[in-house]
């Protein structure tokens, strides 16, 4: 069965490095997202990607976040400098094209990232 | 008041007993609804959509009440294996999805 897969599984940084999440999401999938889950709390949506380009995004993605889809193959989440409450786990997820009837997400394991 | 709103539980069970989680959500411009697990430090796994219908999956059963903006799921006979968090989810007229805080089930020997 395709799965949606993630790299690095735990990322450690100092304060104010960048940091780049890959994800590969399912190869016939054409929406891109990318959700985080800070430790203890819900899971939270960052940015959705579609058509090469941002189509939403949440108060949490601000200009410290950036997406790319740089090949046809990968979708990246880079951190430009990371803050301590930047730690969480960092999940994507990809979505078919299809009717709302085959609205489903399905979630890559994650990236944990722990900002020292 | 939260989009998405769970009981956090915990709920204690023993095996074989039969659970109710219920969820009540704030938009009614919501569209779809679906019934999400996630095993600790693990990601989010699609355990069913809901319809409008009710519908029914092996062991599971989940109902939407659209007029009440209430949803839930019924878990019969449960198993040791279904000990995880359980996440109401809901999306509206944008694709992303909105996630309840969860309700954590465990089973008992």
């Known amino acids: 069965e395709p799965e949606v897969t993630q790299t690095p599984s735990h990322q450690v940084t100092q304060m104010g490095q960048e940091v780049i999440l890959r994800c590969v999401p399912i190869?016939?999938?054409?929406?891109f997202y990318w959700y985080r889950q800070i430790l203890g709390q819900k899971v939270e949506f960052l940015v959705s990607?579609?058509?090469?380009?941002?189509?939403?995004k949440s108060e949490i993605f601000d200009d410290q976040f950036s997406v790319e889809r740089p090949d046809g193959s990968n979708f990246t989440l880079k951190i430009r400098s990371t803050k301590l409450e930047d730690s969480a786990m960092y999940f994507c997820a990809s979505k078919n094209a299809g009717t709302s009837s085959t609205d489903t997400q399905y979630f890559g394991p994650g990236t944990r990232l722990t900002v020292l | 008041r939260k989009e998405v709103e769970q009981d956090p539980g915990p709920f204690n069970v023993p095996e074989g007993a039969t659970v109710a989680f219920n969820c009540t959500y704030s938009n009614s411009a919501s569209q779809s609804f679906f019934w999400y697990r996630q095993d600790c430090r693990k990601e989010p796994k699609l355990l069913m959509s809901v319809y409008s219908s009710g519908n029914e999956d092996g062991r599971f059963t989940a109902q939407l009440n659209r007029a009440s903006q209430y949803i839930s799921l019924l878990i019969r006979d449960s198993k040791l294996s279904d000990s995880a968090t359980y996440l109401c989810v809901v999306r509206g007229s944008a694709r992303q999805l909105t996630f309840g805080s969860g309700t954590q089930l465990t089973v008992l020997p």
């Open positions: 190869s016939n999938h054409l929406y």
């Open positions: 990607f579609y058509n090469n380009e941002i189509s939403e």
